[in-house]
């Protein structure tokens, strides 16, 4: 990267299973418990203190700001940096799984860095690095990559690790279109958690529903699959500002697919002139918006500039939901941005923190305290949303 910061390091402080092997006296309680115990005397230390933890910087290794971004966000989002820190994720893992267990144990090390270092300090991420590129081996070597395409490797590795399904059954093959949308919606996601259920889906995954009516017979044919994350179109504006609900209503625009683009019509038997729509069933505990700013041409790449104005909080997503739903507003938390160029380019991280709700600026190894109004940026790539509960909106 151009961009890249050189710190001189401190000393990095021990992982946490040896600081619990030497706090531990004699005859003491369970190791099990013990971590329990540290790491909740961590978390009431960080409430009660002025110096917040979790705002340590991650060094940059050479080109790999688009990975330190992705990881302060991910450390940002609450339910999986309590997964780590708590040292849950040790009963879930899966010894089955193809890279074992090195790369869920070594990001969940670093969470734990990250939120037992002093705020001054910075973090080296290579042995993480070690392990997501044995895991997939793009990311080998130095190259700038893409931030999305990290991320949904990373959650795609931690996933299955943590997978609570030893084995698979045999995929069905039974037709479930003779059952209505809802009952079918239910179904495929019950197929779905057969094959595929930790605790990181439960945080990260939703349904998406993709309606194809025929225009000859108005036959309307629905699909149920699950999602990460959503890859927004931002729109062409001529005058007036550009909304996240702009790229929304994008996304969900009711589409016309005609000439090669014809699909095949079930109930016509040929293939006919169709209308293609999707809506959210299943909305996940955490969102996470792709905005395409990157063109997918193959000879020359560009980047959309475009200020995209996105909520902070109270985002009802209510009328992009495929059915009835009361629970569809989320609250930002977490933003990863690129600035520059394709030809050179430079990613950071803006994330509100989980124990003092104050926002802060994730460079390499420097964090910066921010303030609110600056989180909107044209730089915004990924915006991370938690789904709000009930009781915080009353």
Known sequence: MRDSYTVTL??????????????RPRGSMPGS?????????????????????????????????????ILQCLSNTKELRDYCLQNQYLRDLNNNSRMRTALMSEFAKLI??????SPNESVSPSEFKTQIQRYAPRFVGYNQQDAQEFLRFLLDGLHSEVNRVLVRPRASTDTLDHLPDDEKS????????????????????????????????????????????????IPKKSYGEVTLMDCLRLFTKEDVLDGDEKPTCCRCKARTRCTKKFSIQKFPKI????????????????????????????????????????????????????????????????????????????????????????VRSSDAYLLFYELASPSSRM
């Not at 115990?37 to 409430?47: I, R």
Request: aromatic share 10%; with cysteine.
């Open 186 to 233: 239910r179904q495929m996601w019950r197929r779905y958690q057969e094959r595929e259920d930790s605790r990181i889906s439960d945080l990260f995954v939703g349904q998406l529903k993709s309606s194809l009516t025929c225009s000859e017979c108005g036959y309307c044919s629905t699909a149920f699959d699950p999602f990460w994350d959503l890859s927004l179109p």
């Open 112 to 117: 734990q860095l990250l939120w037992t270092s």
């Open 33 to 69: 418990l013990l971590v329990s115990t540290f790491v909740g005397l961590v978390l009431n230390k960080t409430k009660s203190s002025k110096a917040v933890q979790g705002l340590t910087g991650l060094r940059n290794l050479g080109n790999t700001c688009f990975m330190n971004s």
């Open 287 to 374: 969102l996470v918006l792709h905005l395409k700013r990157f063109s997918e041409a193959r000879i020359r790449t560009s980047k959309l500039t475009t200020f995209v104005n996105f909520q902070l909080k109270d985002l009802d997503l209510r009328e992009f939901a495929s059915q009835s739903c009361n629970h569809t507003v989320y609250n930002l938390y977490a933003v990863s941005n690129h600035s520059g160029t394709t030809m050179g380019g430079h990613y950071t991280a803006y994330c509100k923190s989980p124990v003092s709700s104050e926002w802060h600026s994730f460079n390499d190894s420097r964090v910066t305290p921010m303030s609110s109004s600056h």
């Open 10 to 23: 401190p000393e990095e402080p021990p992982a946490l299973p040896d600081l619990h092997k030497d706090l």
